[in-house]
């Protein structure tokens, strides 16, 4: 990989990256109406709370509220990712860039 072959540095901490530098609109779509929901999202879908008779239905609804989020989320990252370069050029100034960039990738993943 790029990193192995010393193109690019490692990422560092998620603690130590400067997400200010997202500064695409998509990039903060992302974040706060996917990546942040999601966990709230898949315990509601899993809660099994109710009825035994409404079960299924809240199920089927918990599941496709999920599937739609899921679809919805991979629309948004499939426009981002064609429109903008997550791995730029490795110069010094962008490695910070593409690690916000990065780390994003890899919290949608």
Same mark, same amino acid.
């Given at each position: 990989?790029?990193?192995?072959?010393? $193109?690019?540095?490692? !990422?560092?901490?998620?603690?130590?990256? $400067?997400?200010? !530098? !997202?500064? /695409? /609109? /998509? /990039?903060?779509?992302l974040l706060y109406s996917y990546v942040f929901l999601y966990p709230a999202l898949v315990e509601e879908a899993s809660s099994l709370k109710g009825e035994e008779d409404n079960l299924v239905v809240m199920v089927q609804s918990g599941l496709k509220k999920l599937c739609q989020f899921l679809s919805k989320l991979c629309h948004v990252f499939s426009c981002y990712y064609s429109r903008v370069k997550i791995l730029l050029a490795p110069e010094t100034h962008l490695i910070p860039l593409i690690h916000a960039r990065m780390i994003l990738a890899l919290a949608v993943k």
């Amino acid at each position: 990989t790029a990193v192995k072959r010393g $193109d690019y540095p490692p !990422l560092p901490d998620i603690k130590l990256i $400067d997400y200010s !530098l !997202l500064k /695409e /609109e /998509e /990039e903060w779509d992302l974040l706060y109406s996917y990546v942040f929901l999601y966990p709230a999202l898949v315990e509601e879908a899993s809660s099994l709370k109710g009825e035994e008779d409404n079960l299924v239905v809240m199920v089927q609804s918990g599941l496709k509220k999920l599937c739609q989020f899921l679809s919805k989320l991979c629309h948004v990252f499939s426009c981002y990712y064609s429109r903008v370069k997550i791995l730029l050029a490795p110069e010094t100034h962008l490695i910070p860039l593409i690690h916000a960039r990065m780390i994003l990738a890899l919290a949608v993943k």
